[in-house]
């Protein structure tokens, strides 16, 4: 999977949430402007799948859209992702698969965002390569055990039965609250 077309794939799956189009930075990260947890988590899943392992700092407040390119704006709620990211970088917290940053007064909404999409992201932290697959495949593909199986090309019960080893009915039906 190439990064870039990941990108593209998620700005057209999320255009209304995607505030800037996801750009690829310093060759290794990935900026996003967006007013939902969903293309973030979506392109974290994906990444995971490709078995990339993920950092993720999180900011909130006001941004500056200069362009129409995530990495063409700027504001506080870019400075406070950055800061999350060095926050991981100290050695007692590189076990953390992410970080956030709140600025005071930050709406409940921005934080109940944010938290969601860490939310998520611990509970795909926890699932193996195939997991991860099929999890994709149930939740942001709508597919059911049937259809999984033949994409994957194995057997229903063993979708079923990796299946029920995950959180993915749950993450399913929260993402079908959107």
Not at 74 to 89: E, H, V, Y
Request: hydrophobic share 40%; glycine share 4%; charged share 25%.
């Amino acid at each position: 999977m190439k990064i870039r077309s990941l990108l593209d794939a998620t700005r057209n799956r999320f255009k209304k949430y995607c505030l800037a189009n996801p750009s690829l930075t310093q060759g290794d990260s990935i900026e996003m402007l967006v007013d939902n947890w969903l293309p973030v988590i979506y392109t974290i899943h994906r990444l995971r799948m490709d078995g990339i392992e993920v950092k993720t700092g999180f900011g909130t407040k006001k941004i500056i859209v200069h362009n129409e390119d995530a990495d063409e704006c700027d504001g506080p709620a870019f400075w406070n992702a950055r800061q999350a990211l060095s926050d991981i970088k100290v050695p007692s917290f590189r076990q953390r698969p992410a970080a956030f940053v709140f600025e005071r007064r930050t709406p409940n909404n921005e934080m109940n965002e944010v938290l969601k999409a860490i939310l998520f992201l611990t509970t795909l932290m926890g699932m193996t390569s195939t997991q991860l697959t099929f999890s994709y495949h149930m939740v942001w593909e709508k597919k059911n055990v049937t259809e999984i199986a033949e994409i994957v090309e194995t057997s229903k019960a063993n979708v079923s039965k990796t299946l029920n080893k995950t959180p993915s009915y749950v993450l399913r039906d929260i993402i079908s609250l959107h």
